[in-house]
């Protein structure tokens, strides 16, 4: 993004993040700071000392300095004419192994130390019980190790509670739940490995809990530090990076709260696979390179762990490189990492339809706790490319069975490209698909036979919406699944690389493409939602319903067939 020089930037925009990391930085923007606040605050932190590490380092030389960098803007931010904070909010994502765990304890500590309201509450918040342990676990063995924090802090390891006794202000280390914000508004939460928050359905519920305090006069702040998450960025955790990203790039308003600090690379890169494979370009993106990562470690990790399979490569690079799945690289189908390249802005329904001579329907779903899908391609009269929008359904079943991904559902439903049905609408999603279809046979595109593909399962289910609105028995198919569907999942991998298939970028089929695993069965290959286990494939299994309809070179009841388009083509 370019900027006008002659302006201000937006607060903490970082135009150049991609020039500091290379050149070693802190991908920061400069906040203003209170240099008394920052010297004390530096002088508790580079005091505390490992508690877990041979020799037991100060962090004034265990520390990387880019952790001070965060700290320092975190708790010393200060506007030069009001001498307000500016800085209330921070979001870091750092790959796996910076020592952020430790140093985010130590943060914990020092924040502690500088409070100086009586009876105050503070939350170390982790994701997972282990994950909250070991926080917490670093934040004790600190102060055990030096008589003189042990003389500030009390620790009761059965609350999981540190206490500083001048002033009663406790640090709590919690494990994530809707209840661990009660009527008390903390001054300070931290959230250790906030990716993983986006997994848990009631997440920004409770994140509107704790930004509850940024509200009263007495204000509370909130750190989040994370890697990357191992599946494609989802509900709270995609809502809050999304935000980061935008601040970071002068898009998130003049007067942002959140400073981010992001270790990414940009995405062009990320999609270059050959990039980021290059050791050579590693240091980029791991801050504590030679303090809590060796480097040959980490290369015989990648050689002998990370690059067994397409998936534990996604998973390890996700972790360590912070590489976003979705964008980098996926797991599994072939055609999942050419997918995002054939996005055209604006490709809904009506444009389809707009642009298309001819167009199909395939229908794909399951029970109550699948997805309900349809999927239309039509074939754009102008350049023969075929052309894709879906729409899936969910029944309230779903929500209630499938709680890790219902953040993700609910990110899709607010996209328009998802409809959650409730109990007392239970034949919404095939009445809804019929009426699909019945827009599609208006337009004239629609074949006079096998115009709309489905699955043995479905056929019943929609045959009679169908004819009430004016569908034909002739036009209805049954397309058979599993290995039957080669020619589709092998055909559709071959058009997105050549770029012949065109999307209108999606989330929801972002997301079924990134979930498929391909099974090889003899000469076949199928897809299939066993394999894909608790993520969801319907969608994508739609579209290769009405792929199967495509290859058949169908024409429109009142259009021409890719054989009179080929010819035109030719003749002009």
Same mark, same amino acid.
């Given at each position: 993004m370019s900027f006008d020089r002659t302006e201000a930037l937006p607060r903490f925009a970082c135009p150049d993040w991609w020039d500091k990391l290379q050149a070693g930085e802190t991908p920061i923007a400069e906040v203003p700071l209170n240099e008394d606040r920052a010297a004390r605050s530096l002088a508790f932190f580079n005091r505390l000392r490992l508690p877990d590490v041979p020799g037991n380092p100060r962090m004034a030389e265990a520390c990387g300095d880019w952790f001070r960098d965060l700290l320092v803007a975190f708790f010393a931010s200060e506007d030069p004419e009001t001498h307000a904070a500016l800085v209330w909010e921070l979001l870091c994502m750092v790959p796996k192994k910076n020592s952020k765990s430790t140093y985010v304890a130590a943060l914990a500590?020092?924040?502690?130390?500088?409070?100086?309201?009586? =009876?105050? %509450?503070?939350?170390?918040?982790?994701?997972?019980?282990?994950?909250?342990?070991?926080?917490?676990? %670093?934040?004790?063995?600190?102060?055990?190790?030096?008589?003189?924090?042990?003389?500030?802090?009390q620790v009761q390891d059965h609350l999981k509670t540190i206490t500083r006794r001048k002033t009663g202000t406790k640090l709590e280390v919690l494990t994530f739940d809707t209840s661990i914000v009660t009527g008390e508004i903390p001054v300070l939460t931290i959230i250790d490995e906030l990716h993983e928050l986006g997994k848990k359905a009631k997440a920004a519920k409770v994140m509107q809990q704790i930004r509850g305090g940024g509200i009263t006069k007495t204000r509370g702040k909130v750190l989040m530090i994370t890697t990357q998450s191992d599946e494609p960025p989802a509900g709270i955790w995609k809502i809050e990076l999304d935000k980061a990203r935008a601040i970071r790039d002068g898009r998130g308003g003049r007067a942002p709260i959140m400073l981010p600090v992001l270790y990414e690379f940009p995405p062009d890169l990320q999609r270059?696979?050959?990039? +980021?494979?290059?050791?050579?370009?590693?240091?980029?993106?791991? *801050? =504590?390179?030679?303090?809590?990562i060796d480097e040959q470690a980490l290369v015989d990790d990648y050689e002998n762990n990370g690059?067994?399979?397409k998936h534990t490569e996604q998973i390890w690079a996700s972790q360590h490189l912070n590489i976003e799945i979705g964008v980098g690289l996926s797991a599994g189908w072939l055609g999942a990492q050419y997918w995002d390249g054939c996005a055209e802005d604006g490709l809904d329904l009506e444009e389809l339809i707009e642009r298309s001579e001819v167009a199909v329907l395939g229908v794909d779903g399951g029970g109550l706790?699948?997805?309900?899908?349809?999927?239309?391609?039509?074939?754009?009269?102008?350049?023969? @490319? +075929?052309? @894709?929008?879906?729409?899936?359904?969910? @029944?309230?079943?779903?929500?209630?069975e499938r709680k890790?991904?219902? *953040?993700? !559902?609910?990110?899709?439903?607010?996209?328009?490209d998802l409809v959650l049905l409730d109990d007392h609408d239970t034949s919404g999603d095939v009445r809804e698909v019929a009426a699909i279809a019945a827009r599609l046979l208006e337009a004239g595109l629609l074949p006079g036979? =096998?115009?709309?593909?489905?699955?043995?399962?479905?056929?019943a289910a929609i045959q009679f919406e169908m004819f009430a609105r004016g569908i034909t028995y002739e036009q209805l198919v049954i397309v058979g699944q599993d290995?039957?569907?080669?020619?589709?999942?092998?055909? !559709?991998?071959?058009?997105?690389?050549?770029?012949?298939?065109? @999307?209108?970028?999606?989330?929801?089929?972002?997301?079924?493409?990134?979930?498929?695993?391909?099974?090889?069965?003899?000469?076949?290959?199928?897809?299939?939602?066993e394999v894909a286990g608790k993520s969801k494939i319907d969608p994508l299994v739609a579209t290769f319903d009405a792929f199967m309809l495509m290859l058949r070179d169908p024409e429109a009841q009142g259009g021409g067939s890719m054989a009179d388009f080929l010819a035109a083509l030719e003749a002009s």
């Open positions: 500590l020092t924040a502690l130390y500088m409070e100086e309201a009586p =009876n105050r %509450q503070m939350l170390l918040v982790g994701p997972s019980q282990n994950i909250s342990e070991r926080c917490f676990d %670093q934040a004790q063995g600190m102060v055990r190790i030096d008589p003189k924090l042990e003389a500030i802090f270059d696979q050959d990039y +980021w494979r290059d050791r050579r370009n590693w240091n980029i993106v791991l *801050p =504590n390179l030679g303090l809590s690059r067994v399979t706790d699948d997805l309900f899908a349809a999927a239309v391609i039509g074939r754009c009269r102008e350049t023969g @490319h +075929w052309l @894709h929008w879906c729409r899936a359904w969910a @029944h309230p079943e779903v929500l209630e890790e991904i219902a *953040p993700r !559902l609910q990110d899709f439903a607010e996209a328009g036979a =096998n115009a709309i593909g489905v699955d043995t399962t479905n056929s290995w039957r569907l080669s020619p589709a999942i092998w055909g !559709l991998e071959r058009m997105l690389k050549q770029g012949t298939f065109r @999307h209108g970028g999606q989330a929801l089929m972002s997301w079924c493409a990134g979930n498929a695993r391909p099974e090889i069965k003899g000469s076949a290959v199928r897809i299939t939602k």
